[in-house]
């Protein structure tokens, strides 16, 4: 009887490290199989980064010029400020990320060429609250051209020569996290549809999806006829992310 116990342990002892065997390399199998797929998901991202970018980058520049060919009287003033916003785009933003401060001096610039467009009696507001004390203000962690889009929507969406519409645009820095909010009175005249139109929403979004993942929140929402868009992006806890993934 002692044989056949001792037979029935070895048996139990070589099933159950048979088995703890078979089981760690499923898990090294998994293991490596996620470390594959996340690798291509970042190829994939990057690819698609570069091809918004690509879209991005064009629809701006074709919005400025557009804006600066209708109010020829301004063109001196408004080139200044292009001269400004094109050294932006074609060499701080290919770098990837730029600073916060950076970010927010490129969209001043883009307003100033945006006033051109309004009347004298319009109600433009712009406020910017930061703390230059915080270390990542000036540390590139901001997507370029991410406060575009909701600057180009409220002057698209408002009625520009209206003395009793306004836009207002403020931007904050504070507690390592970006914050952008657009508010504008809705026209009640309907902007002309154009071809291609819309490339700027669907660019930010997805740029926002791929970079930043579940540290931002967008919301865009109306009360009454004042549309409102809010934008918060938590630096701190994409950089630690950022460094947790090296």
Known sequence: MLWVLIVL???????????????KKA??????????????????????L?????????????NILNSIQSHAYQTFFALDKLANVLDYILYESRNGRVTPKEE???????????????????????KTKVNENEPLYHQKLLAPLISVDLIENAF????LQSPDAFIAISFEFKNDTFYQ?????????????KERSGIGTETMEQRLQ???KNHFKLEKFREGDVFISHLTINLFDYKAEMLAAR
């Not at 698209?156 to 009625?159: G, L």
């Not at 909010?181 to 549809?193: D, F, Y």
């Open 210 to 212: 791929i970079i930043y």
């Open 9 to 23: 342990i070895l048996l139990l002892g070589y099933s159950t490290y048979y088995w703890w065997s078979k089981l």
């Open 104 to 126: 927010i001096e490129f969209a001043h610039n883009l307003i100033e060429i945006n006033k051109i467009k309004i009347s004298p009696l319009f109600e433009l507001k712009v």
């Open 50 to 62: 570069e091809t918004l970018e690509y879209r991005l980058n064009p629809h701006l520049f074709k």
């Open 181 to 193: 909010t657009v508010s504008n009175k809705i026209s009640t005249t309907s902007p002309i549809k």
């Open 156 to 159: 698209k969406h408002a009625d």
């Open 27 to 48: 898990e090294k199998r998994k293991e490596d199989l996620e470390s594959k797929f996340e690798v291509l998901e970042n190829k994939v991202n990057t690819m698609q």
